[in-house]
């Protein structure tokens, strides 16, 4: 086995690299036939994620490997080389296992125990499999990977130390405030439905948003996904082309964008103008303040005075300018208010603030702590930006009322995610793992030189018989069938115990050698042993077809 990944990741580069380096699918397509065409690989999958760029192949040579796999990655991400080198890195056989096991467990995702990574080592093998760049070692390797990943999120809790990055940004929008509590009632955007966004559209269905619409460039897809989220007496799923995009936008409250646009999707503009349209018409009564409120009370004073009475002659004096904010205070509270407002408790502020910012969407919300009123900015359009590259313009944060989550800022807020106690117990099955699975491609890498070993034996043993019907032509057919049966038995039984520990021999590292050792000393054809491979691997490529 010389298996070899290259690749980089969120652990090794910044998103702005990982951005302009990320492959289109037709861009993974050419990647892997060029790399079969290269003559250090016999077979290759790639692995393309939001996160992580990486292309594995099995190749004969170790340093032409690497050389050759990081110039492709460079030629089809468009990054150049000297550029992309510094944030690439190499594992190796058992270093290569180790790796990819540890990303199908979630070891090596932004959110630490994510299980959407499977979905994702699936579709890479799929496609390795269709374009046939995927052999006996890809598939292997895949395949275990997968289970592997089942088996560490059946078997440990990983699953509580992370969830997937829908989930995860979904709880950066809600900046502290509970997930469920925060998307009910909201009408939702969601750009785009591959995998990501039906994820995405999945997860706000089930936290109970008020409206879901699905926005796609093919409708009929659109249409599919919101077949299956639409159910009776739930919430309202619609799906629109990609040309209705900006009218949705401007009555959405949350948008959801992934798709494999190679431009933005949502620009600075395009955001600035939906917010520039009303989401909801106000009618009269929208804008009439409620009994009891502030502003009501105002009114009715003013309607019975007439006006509110400007200070007379003998009224006390307003605060010198030069006096200290502490002594005009005092002197303000002293006066008192012609409307009662020093009679009012702080939540009836907080209850007026509340009114004026339901009033004006450009408002503020008002919180009252520790005796003062202050304002913070209130979201008016939460924007999810799960694309890589990104389907939205970075500079909608400076758009006042946007809160913008995107990979880049949800890999500085992984960054410090509590690890969860179950990490160490996924690492050990990792470790495990790998052994098993490097012990079994050793064993499997001598079986077609024992097999080829056996073919020479039963050749002997026909020839043997054969020529032993020549001299005892009056052998009747019992006696014949017990010579030869007692022949082959022999066979076995030489055969037998040498065959069984060079097996255990080759599990072991470094064990690749005793093949070399049995092909030499029994004189073995190397194309013998060569075919008996090609046909291994071919049954093996039918076999995981279906297993996908």
């Known amino acids: 086995m010389s298996l070899l990944v290259v690749g980089l990741s969120h652990r090794s580069a910044p998103v702005s690299v990982l951005e302009r380096a990320s492959l289109a699918a037709d861009t993974q397509v050419k990647l892997l036939q060029d790399t079969l065409a290269a003559e250090p690989a016999a077979e290759a999958a790639v692995l393309a994620t939001c996160n992580r760029i990486e292309l594995y192949a099995d ?13 492709l990655l460079a030629q089809h991400s468009g990054v150049g080389l000297e550029e992309l080198t510094p944030y690439l890195y190499v594992h190796y056989e058992d270093r290569a296992v180790h790796h990819l096991f540890s990303v199908a467990c979630g070891l090596d995702s932004m959110v630490v125990g994510e299980g959407q990574i499977l979905g994702q080592i699936k579709d890479a093998l799929a496609l390795g499999q269709d374009l046939h760049t995927a052999g006996r070692l890809i598939n292997d390797l ?9 088996r560490a999120h059946s078997e440990t809790g990983i699953d509580r130390a992370g969830q997937s990055l829908v989930t995860f940004g979904l709880e950066q929008l809600a900046d502290g405030a509970d997930v469920e509590g925060w ?14 966004s039906s994820l995405a559209a999945t997860t706000l269905a089930r936290l109970g948003v008020r409206e879901l619409v699905i926005a796609n460039r093919t409708l009929e897809r659109a249409e599919r996904l919101a077949a299956v989220l639409n159910e ?3 919430m309202t799923v619609r799906a629109v082309t990609m040309a209705s995009v900006a009218d949705e936008l401007t009555r959405a409250d949350v948008a959801v964008s992934c798709t494999g646009a190679t431009g933005l999707v949502l620009t600075a503009e395009s955001v600035a103008a939906a917010l520039a349209v009303p989401s909801a018409p106000q009618t009269r009564d929208d804008l009439r303040a409620p009994d009891g409120s502030l502003v009501a009370r105002l009114a009715a004073t003013a309607a019975r005075d007439g006006r509110i009475a400007d200070r007379s002659a003998g009224s006390p004096a307003r605060p010198a300018i030069d006096d200290t904010p502490e002594e005009r205070a005092d002197s303000e509270l002293a006066e008192g208010c012609p409307v009662g407002l020093d009679q009012l408790h702080a939540e009836d502020l907080a209850q007026h603030g509340a009114w004026v910012d339901n009033a004006d969407r450009a408002a503020r919300s008002v919180v009252v702590a520790a005796g003062r009123v202050t304002r913070t900015a209130r979201v008016r359009l939460a924007l999810l930006d799960l694309a890589m590259p990104r389907d939205i313009d970075g500079a909608v944060h400076r758009l006042a009322g946007v809160r913008l989550v995107d990979i880049e800022s949800l890999a500085e807020a992984s960054a410090d995610a509590p690890m969860a106690a179950d990490v160490d117990q996924v690492r050990g099955i990792v470790s495990d793992e790998v052994a098993a699975f490097g012990a079994a491609q050793r064993a499997a890498h001598i079986t077609p030189t024992v097999v080829a070993l056996r073919t020479m034996a039963a050749d002997v043993v026909a020839g043997e018989v054969a020529r032993l019907e020549g001299r005892l032509p009056d052998l009747d057919d019992k006696e014949r069938a017990e010579i030869t049966q007692t022949v082959r038995r022999v066979v076995d039984k030489l055969l037998h115990a040498p ?3 060079v097996k255990q021999l080759a599990s072991e590292p470094g064990g690749a050698g005793y093949a070399d050792a049995l092909r030499t000393l029994f004189d073995l054809d190397p194309e013998t042993v060569a075919s008996v491979s090609r046909a291994d691997m071919n049954d093996a490529d039918v076999k995981n077809r279906g297993r996908v």
């Open 59 to 71: 190749v004969d040579k170790f340093h032409a490997g690497v050389a050759e796999l990081s110039t």
């Open 142 to 150: 895949f395949q275990q990977a997968l289970r592997v990943g089942k």
């Open 183 to 196: 998307a009910a009632g909201k009408r939702v955007l969601v750009i785009g439905a591959g995998s990501m």
């Open 232 to 234: 009776p007496g739930g």
């Open 499 to 501: 065959t069984v520990r």
